[in-house]
């Protein structure tokens, strides 16, 4: 029998690793049918959220954004979106990005469905129209050649355009592959790995993570991953992009 006190989670001043097996369940007002965790948000000291929902049979969502942006990622089974005036059946490694200020359902999914959500207080930008709602899906014939090492690849979901202040990227490295740099920078990241094994340097730490495990990094928070075992190790993250970087 495994012991209760063992975990792999850990969370720091500047950086954390949620595995699964410590999440707690929460309630969303208008997120029925379903189990929510929440596994960043700013009571951490983050300035965005990620979510992870599984849906029954019977689960629905219904809301609206207001101060904040979602963006939603199918990471198992499927479910119908309505968002925008448009519906859409959304399965795995498909994505809806939904604006500030707009209406949204998710119904009739197939049992065990799980959604991953990336919320951030939208922030808007002089002369750049607010996004609208943006559908897409995961594909590796899109995923460019990382600083030109074939073991990486990255997948840019959203439109890398100035009226976006977010963006949601799928990251893998093939075997062997590595970030060819200690990462130091202003960017907040929120991951989730889709797929494999790996370990992750934050901060001087060294972890070991697998796929459901997700990864919070404050801004300069040292960062370095490589991928372990025999297969990719593949990870969605969020970032903040395209603002100013000081209020002064």
């Known amino acids: 029998m495994e012991m209760s006190a063992l975990t792999r989670s850990v969370v720091k001043r500047n950086h954390a690793i949620i595995a699964p097996d410590g999440y707690i369940n929460s309630n969303v007002p208008g997120w029925t049918g379903c189990t929510?965790?929440?596994?960043?948000?700013?009571?951490?000291?983050?300035?965005?959220?990620?979510?992870?929902?599984?849906?029954?049979?019977?689960?629905?969502?219904v809301g609206e954004t207001q101060a904040s942006q979602i963006f939603f990622y199918v990471v198992q089974g499927q479910v119908q979106a309505a968002v925008g005036g448009e519906t859409r059946t959304l399965k795995v490694g498909q994505y809806v990005y939904i604006p500030v200020g707009q209406g949204y359902e998710f119904s009739q999914p197939e049992a065990g469905t799980q959604l991953l959500t990336f919320h951030k207080v939208y922030e808007p930008l002089a002369g750049h129209?607010?996004?609208?709602?943006?559908?897409?899906?995961?594909?590796?014939?899109?995923?460019?050649?990382?600083?030109?090492?074939?073991?990486?690849?990255?997948?840019?979901?959203?439109p890398n355009e100035p009226g976006f202040d977010m963006a949601v990227n799928i990251f893998t490295y093939g075997?062997?592959?590595?970030?060819?740099?200690?990462?130091?920078?202003?960017?907040?990241?929120?991951?989730?790995?889709?797929?494999?094994?790996?370990?992750?340097?934050?901060?001087?730490?060294?972890?070991?993570?697998?796929?459901?495990?997700?990864?919070?990094?404050?801004?300069?928070?040292?960062?370095?991953?490589?991928?372990?075992g025999q297969e990719p190790s593949v990870y969605i993250y969020y970032k903040n992009v395209n603002r100013f970087p000081t209020v002064v």
């Open 36 to 61: 929510v965790n929440v596994i960043i948000n700013e009571q951490m000291g983050a300035r965005l959220c990620q979510t992870l929902i599984t849906l029954t049979d019977a689960g629905r969502l």
């Open 129 to 158: 129209a607010t996004p609208g709602v943006f559908f897409g899906e995961r594909d590796y014939s899109k995923a460019p050649v990382y600083m030109n090492d074939e073991a990486l690849r990255i997948q840019e979901l959203l």
């Open 175 to 228: 075997l062997g592959g590595n970030l060819p740099m200690v990462e130091t920078h202003i960017m907040e990241h929120g991951l989730m790995y889709l797929e494999g094994q790996a370990i992750y340097m934050l901060d001087q730490c060294w972890y070991p993570v697998k796929k459901g495990d997700s990864i919070w990094m404050a801004p300069y928070c040292q960062q370095w991953a490589t991928a372990m």
